[in-house]
């Protein structure tokens, strides 16, 4: 059993991250803010909502600004942005919202060229796939595991955040959902940060 746990410990790292605790500050604040105002809901462009935002743009700047694995670290950038877009509704919350509504939006399908963001949306994730395999990012991956240690409880906390966030979002629990979302970005951009360092 020892030699078990020993052999683990040469790929995993058990060891808490202190990138980890801006998330769990945030955890820690909107737990307090909900309690404290006594929100039942939480509303697309919400302050929790839009503040979300700030962890996925600064990703994309750590990310792009990474010296080593650039490859990678631009993929994820990307997709950091994708969920920005996401986040946004792709531009619906900004330009297609219901008139009297809080947080109802007119579908893409309401409007006569519509149909196109969802074909920009495919067009811009194939993208991705494509710049990863003409650039042969596998190879970025496979040396970024061999050089860094997993980071066991960011990527327990991140898998359970994504559980909670999506439970929610099909219960309609809309506060813990959308605090589990924002925590989970900052440990998302917890676990670039780390990568990122290591591999300086």
Not at 20 to 32: G, H, R
Request: charged share 15%.
């Amino acid at each position: 059993m020892f030699k078990i746990i020993k052999k683990l410990t040469e790929y995993i790292n058990f060891n808490l991250q202190k990138t980890d605790i801006p998330a769990l500050v945030i955890l820690v604040l909107c737990v307090i803010y909900v309690k404290l105002f006594n929100i039942t809901v939480i509303h697309e462009n919400s302050l929790i909502e839009t503040l979300s935002l700030i962890p996925l743009f600064f990703g994309i700047f750590i990310c792009c600004n990474s010296k080593k694995h650039k490859v990678f670290f631009r993929i994820i950038a990307l997709i950091f942005f994708l969920m920005i877009m996401r986040e946004l509704s792709y531009g619906r919350v900004i330009f297609c919202k219901i008139p009297g509504q809080i947080d109802e939006f007119y579908p893409w399908s309401h409007y006569k060229y519509g149909f196109l963001a969802h074909i920009i949306i495919d067009i811009y994730i194939a993208g991705i796939f494509l710049y990863g395999i003409l650039n042969k990012v596998w190879i970025d991956i496979i040396n970024i595991l061999k050089k860094v240690k997993l980071p066991f409880w960011t990527f327990l906390f991140s898998v359970i955040l994504v559980i909670t966030q999506i439970y929610c979002e099909n219960i309609h629990n809309t506060i813990v959902e959308e605090i589990s979302e924002f925590v989970l970005y900052w440990l998302m951009v917890s676990i670039c940060l780390i990568y990122i360092k290591k591999l300086k």
